[in-house]
């Protein structure tokens, strides 16, 4: 589905736009032109982009999908290609946008998601963060539509760590649960820090360099964005680098995790050898007797003697109980 709007810098209404009929409504200096095209058609897209007069690569990189997030340059456009994330399951689901713009006009493309749907991209979110802001500069400028998409992007990168984080912190209190519930689960667990992991490389792969781009805009390097709101791309560049600093600090985390799981199991596989050395130790006093004693001789004391049986059980408990003791003592059983 393609839409589109005309937003006006002398009015705060909106007005929509046949996608037939954008390039001919595109002008800077009255206003803005905003496409928004979720999973179109694809001969439709590129009629649009035709009509555009996108870069031939541009319009390659957009059909095939699955590039990798950057801000490329070409003679009168821009193209940015940004992941959408969503954590369900202990497992990410990313959906590309593409954004193209230029003086005066921007495309949002919402690709199709790679595997599981993440669900809809809050494109009203956007929306609305866009219009409040164009209120209170009174312009309806292309960079503030573009910071406003990717706000939302960079917010819903946050609500992907929290809930990294929350996992975490419950894969930690099990970890360190002595109980024997916490160790029938330790499968569980190992799966759940391998989703984990997995998702926090895809999430890594998709969030960073969002860096480059928001530093490249901030900078200046892109002609149609104004100081207006190049403002408000450096608050957002910061915002990046914090959820930059949160996925490395999980990854840390998660390799601890690991360690500390693997510590865990060996030092309940070392328990356990002790309480097997320990009455091993003990069973191989009676084991001895019981052996010497079941040899075929004639003069067994358990075959003449009538308490034979009982002095001899007895003989096996006065030596073992020591034993027994000691081990108690030392927390062996």
């Not at 003679?75 to 946008?97: G, K, M, N, Q, W």
């Not at 503030?144 to 992007?153: K, P, Q, T």
């Not at 002609?223 to 999980?250: G, K, M, W, Y």
């Given at each position: 589905?393609i ?5 006006r810098?002398?009015?705060?209404t ?33 009629r ?7 870069n031939a690569?541009?319009k ?12 490329e340059?070409?003679?009168?456009h821009?193209?940015?290609a ?13 959906r590309e ?12 493309v ?19 963060r ?9 312009r309806a ?45 330790g ?28 530093a ?20 957002l ?65 358990e075959?003449?003697?009538e ?27």
């Amino acid at each position: 589905m393609i839409e589109a709007w005309r937003y006006r810098h002398d009015t705060a209404t909106v007005e929509p736009v046949a996608p037939d009929d954008v390039t001919d409504q595109i002008d800077p200096d009255t206003g803005l032109i905003w496409i928004d095209c979720n999973e179109p058609d694809g001969e439709a897209l590129q009629r649009l982009l035709e009509r555009l007069g996108i870069n031939a690569f541009a319009k390659e990189d957009i059909a095939k999908a699955g590039q990798r997030t950057k801000l490329e340059h070409y003679t009168d456009h821009f193209h940015v290609a940004v992941y959408d994330c969503v954590l369900r399951s202990h497992e990410l689901r990313p959906r590309e946008i593409d954004v193209l713009f230029g003086a005066g006009w921007l495309v949002s493309v919402h690709q199709l998601p790679e595997a599981e749907d993440p669900g809809d991209f809050p494109i009203e979110t956007v929306r609305h963060r866009f219009e409040l802001q164009r209120t209170q500069h009174d312009r309806a400028e292309v960079g503030l539509l573009l910071w406003a998409l990717l706000d939302v992007v960079v917010d819903r990168y946050f609500l992907v760590t929290e809930s990294i984080d929350d996992t975490l912190d419950a894969i930690e209190d099990a970890v360190l649960a002595a109980d024997d519930s916490a160790r029938r689960d330790g499968t569980t667990r190992s799966r759940q820090l391998f989703g984990l992991s997995k998702a926090l490389v895809r999430f890594r792969r998709a969030a960073i360099p969002l860096r480059d781009v928001t530093a490249e805009i901030s900078r200046r390097e892109v002609e149609c964005i104004t100081p207006v709101a190049i403002v408000h791309f450096q608050d957002l560049a910061d915002h990046v680098l914090r959820v930059a600093d949160f996925i490395e600090s999980q990854r840390d985390v998660i390799t601890g995790l690991r360690d500390a799981e693997l510590a865990v199991a060996s030092n309940r596989l070392s328990r356990s050898q002790q309480r097997i050395a320990a009455w091993g130790a003990i069973f191989i006093v009676a084991t001895l007797i019981t052996g010497v004693l079941g040899m075929n001789f004639r003069n067994a004391p358990e075959l003449d003697w009538e308490e034979g049986f009982l002095v001899i059980v007895g003989v096996m408990m006065l030596i073992g109980f020591p034993i027994y003791w000691y081990f108690k003592r030392k927390d062996w059983i």
